[in-house]
């Protein structure tokens, strides 16, 4: 069986890294083994996790020529609609601080992760025509983002500017992302970012402990609200999925995804 995910231990510090080639694009499997690969983490009294992801590339987003094949049958696309929300909700409700190591891209999905981390540490593309992207660009494949999501972006980077992006499908540059507080801190290299990462829970494990923590839930019950499924209605989304213009967009992504 191939691993979906690699898990690198660091010390009190366990770094779990997306291991679905090309591009870790999330598929139900993926998803179902992030929840379980954190519950572990829990489990066995990790301190704190890094999600981390391939150079290039954190995540691709959801996996949307897999999600097609799906075809009609609803109670399918459901089902890998709720294992990716519960992929996020599981990082939202971490009892232990998650830093995302976005190694590279992060776009859709992949920025739900993220914004559902502690901390987020981007890596800097080397070359600058090409900068490495982040956001939530559901409108350009024809999806709405539910409003559990919205929330999750406008608790980084305030109301109005996250109702522009939004609106817009807007990805932004890493470093545009660090001017508008979606990611906290950039690095030179894939390797770097996992390595930034780790130093910022160090630091966050140095504190006393029950009081960090605890300051950490309340500061992060924004987020757990944000997640809590009426504010996701999952059902609506997934109908959403078959309308006109969203399938028009999700097909022609297809088709350009196969072409690359």
């Given at each position: 069986m191939t691993t979906l995910i690699d898990t690198i231990n660091h010390g009190p510090i366990r770094e779990l890294r997306l291991a679905r080639p090309p591009v870790?694009?999330?598929?139900?499997?993926?998803?179902r083994a992030l929840i379980a690969t954190l519950n572990q983490c829990m489990a066995e009294d990790v301190q704190g996790v890094v999600l981390s992801g391939s150079e290039r590339i954190f995540t691709?987003?959801?996996?949307?020529?897999?999600?097609?094949?799906h075809g009609e049958d609803k109670h399918k696309l459901l089902d890998s609609w709720q294992a990716f929300f519960g992929a996020a909700r599981t990082l939202a409700e971490s009892r232990i601080p998650v830093v995302a190591a976005l190694t590279g891209h992060s776009p859709a999905g992949g920025c739900v992760l993220a914004l559902c981390c502690d901390y987020r540490v981007m890596a800097?593309?080397?070359?600058?025509?090409?900068?490495?992207?982040?956001?939530l660009n559901e409108v350009q494949v024809g999806l709405v983002a539910p409003e559990g999501i919205q929330r999750?972006?406008?608790?980084?980077v305030g109301?109005?500017?996250?109702?522009?992006?939004?609106?817009?499908?807007?990805?932004?540059?890493?470093?545009?992302?660090?001017?508008?507080?979606?990611v906290d801190e950039l690095a030179d290299g894939a390797g770097n970012v996992v390595e930034q990462a780790i130093?910022?829970?160090?630091?966050?494990?140095?504190l006393p402990r029950q009081p960090m923590l605890q300051t950490r839930a309340i500061a992060r019950a924004d987020l757990h609200e944000a997640m809590q499924p009426e504010h996701i209605?999952?059902?609506r989304f997934v109908e959403a999925w078959y309308s006109a213009d969203a399938q028009a967009?999700?097909?022609?992504?297809?088709a350009k995804l196969g072409k690359a």
């Open positions: 870790n694009a999330l598929d139900t499997e993926l998803c691709g987003g959801m996996d949307v020529p897999y999600l097609l094949r800097r593309s080397v070359d600058q025509a090409k900068p490495y992207v982040i956001g999750l972006l406008r608790r980084v109301m109005h500017r996250a109702g522009v992006l939004l609106a817009g499908g807007q990805l932004v540059s890493a470093e545009r992302a660090l001017e508008i507080g979606l130093a910022w829970l160090q630091a966050q494990l140095k209605q999952l059902e967009a999700l097909q022609a992504l297809a």
